[in-house]
């Protein structure tokens, strides 16, 4: 098997963008909320803030471990992505490539933001 740079580049820029999307895009909130139990605990300044914790036993809980760890969910994902790159290309890579558009742009408008913060 031989990968080209350009192709290791868009898996990862599409691995990037979708781990982004499923463990922390407010889009995807829906499919996290089934693993997690909510918790309010109130802050210094009496305000009740929500945290959520997996839940405690089984698949839910192991899901719910799993999507709380951004790097975990990342490796899963990128396996993923890499296989159906191997296995399925002509399904995959289009979706491949909209994903690592999607994270070169998210990147790139990170890297200005944090810019023009800078100057001012």
């Known amino acids: ?30 499919l996290r909320r089934p693993f997690f139990d909510e918790v309010l605990e109130k802050n210094e300044d009496g305000e009740e803030e929500v945290y959520l914790l997996p839940k405690k036993n089984g698949l839910k809980g192991w899901i719910g471990e799993l999507l709380s760890c951004y790097w975990c969910t990342g490796i899963w994902i990128a396996a993923c992505l890499f296989l159906c790159w191997l296995w399925i290309p002509f399904y995959s890579m289009p979706v491949i490539l909209i994903l690592a558009i999607a994270g070169g742009g998210a990147l790139l408008e990170t890297a200005i933001q944090h810019w023009l913060s800078d100057d001012y």
């Open 1 to 30: 098997m031989k990968i080209t740079f350009l192709q290791f580049l868009l898996l990862s820029f599409a691995s990037f963008r979708l781990t982004r999307l499923v463990v922390f895009d407010k889009i995807t909130e829906f």
